[in-house]
T-cell receptor, first 110, second 117 residues
Framework: GIQVEQSPPDLILQEGANSTLRCNFS?????LQWFHQNPWGQLINLFYIPSGTKQNGRLSATTVATERYSLLYISSSQTTDSGVYFCAVRRMDSSYKLIFGSGTRLLVRP | GAVVSQHPSRVICKSGTSVKIECRSLDFQATTMFWYRQFPKKSLMLMATSNEGSKATYEQGVEKDKFLINHASLTLSTLTVTSAHPEDSSFYIC?????????????FGPGTRLLVL
């Protein structure tokens, strides 16, 4: 099956720093999404980005589908950005199942 | 605000008992919902697809007699962990599938933490 790998697995930042999270996937996909899981476990949709670039405030994402990777940029990080960031992909079949990557655990220190 | 709710948020039970977890889509009639399981510091693993009015479809390796799923209405799916054992302790998360959005979207519930003693 399709493999989804994220890097780095852990990241510690000082408040105000910028960071780039990467998601590699092993096969063509119909859909790619980025999620933030807060410390209480709630998953929040960040981006639906099967290709191209999108921006939402301090966050932006870029997916290069032909090269099978996606990047999530966090600028001017805040302590509330802490948590786990997951990318998830949908296979090129008729189901809508998401396959989640291993996640990047981010800690932003004040 | 929340668009998918789960109840209970956490539950502790004795080994051998059954536990039911409810997942409600609050503002959408969801014909398809998903159940995931997450172990500490691990990723989400899809357990099954819950289909309104029909049987759930389970991922490989997930025991359907162990994890009973019922999706009797367009707003409610339930997951029952039968004869729970300590290894069933985990964080269970549901989501609903919305195809009518500008793009397909899954909204996730807040999760249920199950501890089996």
């Amino acid at each position: 099956g399709i493999q989804v790998e994220q890097s780095p697995p852990d990241l510690i930042l000082q408040e105000g720093a910028n960071s780039t999270l990467r998601c590699n996937f092993s096969d063509s996909v119909n859909n790619l999404q980025w999620f933030h899981q807060n410390p209480w476990g709630q998953l929040i949709n960040l981006f639906y980005i099967p290709s191209g670039t999108k921006q939402n405030g301090r966050l932006s994402a870029t997916t290069v589908a032909t090269e099978r990777y996606s990047l999530l940029y966090i600028s001017s990080s805040q302590t509330t950005d802490s948590g786990v960031y997951f990318c998830a992909v949908r296979r090129m079949d008729s189901s809508y199942k998401l396959i989640f990557g291993s996640g990047t655990r981010l800690l932003v220190r004040p | 605000g929340a668009v998918v709710s789960q109840h209970p948020s956490r539950v502790i039970c004795k080994s051998g008992t059954s536990v039911k977890i409810e997942c409600r889509s609050l503002d959408f009639q969801a014909t398809t919902m998903f159940w995931y399981r997450q172990f500490p510091k691990k990723s989400l693993m899809l357990m099954a697809t819950s289909n309104e009015g029909s049987k759930a479809t389970y991922e490989q390796g997930v025991e359907k007699d162990k994890f009973l799923i019922n999706h009797a209405s367009l707003t409610l799916s339930t997951l029952t962990v039968t004869s729970a054992h300590p290894e069933d302790s985990s964080f269970y998360i549901c989501s609903d599938l919305r195809l009518a959005e500008p793009q397909e979207t899954q909204y996730f519930g807040p999760g249920t933490r199950l501890l089996v003693l």
